[in-house]
């Protein structure tokens, strides 16, 4: 019992380690999709935002390039269709030959762009969500006025702007456009984890920051995997301990077969010695008898030769009969008890006898109780004493069928005294009738229907040929006390 109690604790411990290793790998593997997928995502943003910025220096280079060609009074600068062709862009403006930018930040952009020979930022209002680019050439520069918001490609956006839990902005000289809002969480001390992706757009003429953040939190874990990884991990548990408990029932079922089978071929022999002790008295009476007769005979009438022959016949018969029966009895005689002893501890046999008779036990709603004062090693033969502990402990079962199932108790006690190993096994049944008392340990003598009477005598006989004995008591508070002492190992029998 203690045994398979210690066995489910390790199953669980075992379960509870395969549970916890598998959702971690679980949790891991969902983490690493989660930040491949971002790290996807942010990059097509990168890119998709690169592009815009570079078509602006396309744009601007192409103006300049091409130069304004004289036109018509009145009419309209071919670049002003710019911004119906590109809705990003909101307005372009010029500075011709002698011609001045009204806004003095333009002017300060076109000289830095003839210094570095690219286009230049003119203002940057990420608040307004827009910004300037200057492309000085000569005779004439220009200046595009590009919109943050319209320049996302909503299209080809890889996530839904609105829905999504990535945060996108732009990022410009402690200014922040934020493109996507996403969901982070208020503080930052969050727990969870956490991607980011900061990357410089691909134009060094708009060198703004791409950052994309994301969040997972406890509970975007995936717990619905986890949970019937835990439940997987259970079935599998429960199979395994089911099988182990049936491989263990039918330990259990082939040493109660063992048992029995010892237990018939003892009963056997005590059967057929009771036989020969029956039946040889008889014979020898009647052998005893025959010769009177055969005496008298040859007394009284003178000559009845036939009446003679055919009692020396008789006797010769019931003499052979007697020789059959004594010749069974040596065929039978067990090999002497005692003879192949060992140190045997007395508990370790309780709790075997115990465990074999648990269905027993429960299917009468009986709780054995053991009480043991130590160790007790004795010197016994091992099957002898299991079968005496076994047929003590089953006789109590029987006893305890009698009375009602609250009032069952069955209490086994164990100690040494002297030099004796004791055994106590006692019930709360009927008890033993006064007058059945006495007769208790007599081959035949039962009161159980159905009862061969064998199973105390062959107890006693087994007890007595270790060098013990046994013997049966009421108790004082009621039922049958039946107490088996045996030697100590160790002690001279
Ligand atoms: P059987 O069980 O076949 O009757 P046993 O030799 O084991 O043979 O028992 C003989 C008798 O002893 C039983 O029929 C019963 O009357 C009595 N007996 C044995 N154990 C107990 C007990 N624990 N309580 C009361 N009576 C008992």
Redesign the pocket.
């Given at each position: 019992m203690q045994h398979s109690r210690q066995s489910f604790r390790w199953w669980l411990v075992g379960g509870a380690c395969l549970g916890l290793l598998g959702s971690a790998l679980i949790a891991r593997q969902s983490l690493d999709e989660q930040r491949a997928l971002f790290e996807t995502d942010a990059r097509i943003v990168h890119r998709l935002l690169s592009q815009r910025v570079v078509q602006h220096d396309a744009i601007l280079a192409t103006l300049t390039l091409l130069q304004p060609a004289a036109e018509a009074p009145g009419a309209t600068p071919p670049e002003q269709r710019l911004p119906a062709l590109y809705p990003h862009i909101l307005a372009v403006q010029r500075r011709d030959r002698n011609g001045a930018w009204r806004d003095p930040a333009l002017a300060s952009a076109e000289t830095t762009s003839r210094q570095t020979v690219q286009a230049a930022l003119a203002s940057v209002d990420f608040a307004a969500g827009r910004y300037q680019l200057v492309l000085a050439a000569t005779p004439t520069s220009y200046a595009l006025t590009v919109d943050l918001r319209a320049m996302v490609p909503t299209e080809e956006w890889p996530m839904p702007l609105e829905a999504s839990p990535v945060r996108v902005s732009l990022a410009h000289d402690g200014q922040l456009f934020q493109i996507q809002a996403g969901q982070l969480p208020e503080q930052t001390t969050a727990t969870g984890w956490s991607f980011d992706f900061h990357k410089h757009l691909a134009a060094t003429s708009q060198p703004f920051d791409v950052v994309a953040e994301r969040h997972l939190g406890w509970g975007q874990l995936p717990w619905w995997r986890m949970g019937a990884w835990w439940l997987l991990v259970a079935a599998a548990l429960a199979g395994m301990a089911q099988a182990q408990f049936q491989r263990a029932e039918r330990r259990r079922a082939e040493e109660l077969l063992r048992l029995g089978q010892v237990a018939r071929l003892n009963t056997l022999g005590e059967l057929a010695a009771g036989m020969a002790h029956e039946l040889n008295q008889p014979l020898t009476a009647v052998l005893a008898n025959t010769q009177g007769a055969l005496r008298l005979l040859n007394e009284d009438p003178p000559e009845l030769e036939t009446a003679r022959e055919a009692m020396r016949q008789a006797a010769a018969q019931a003499r052979r009969a007697a020789d059959v029966v004594g010749r069974l009895r040596q065929a039978v005689e067990r090999p002497a008890i005692g003879g192949a002893t060992q140190s045997v501890s007395l508990n370790g046999a309780v709790q075997r006898a115990l465990y074999l008779l648990e269905p027993e036990s429960r299917r009468r709603g009986v709780e054995p109780v053991i009480k043991a004062a130590g160790v007790v090693t004795v010197q016994v033969d091992p099957v002898a004493l299991e079968q005496i502990v076994h047929?003590l402990l089953m006789?109590?079962l029987?006893?305890l069928e009698q009375v009602s199932t609250d009032g069952r108790q069955l209490m086994v006690s164990l100690r040494a005294e002297g030099s004796g190993g004791v055994l106590e096994v006692a019930?709360t049944?009927?008890?033993?009738a006064l007058d059945?008392l006495p007769r208790?340990f007599e081959p035949f003598?039962?009161?159980?229907e159905g009862?061969?009477?064998?199973?105390?005598?062959l107890c006693e006989t087994l007890a007595s040929g270790m060098g013990g004995a046994l013997a049966a008591h009421n108790a004082a508070q009621g039922g049958?006390v039946?107490t088996l002492t045996l030697p100590l190992q160790g002690a001279r029998v």
């Open positions: 047929n006789n109590a029987q006893a019930d049944g009927p008890g033993i059945a208790l003598f039962s009161t159980r009862g061969l009477g064998l199973g105390l005598s049958a039946f």
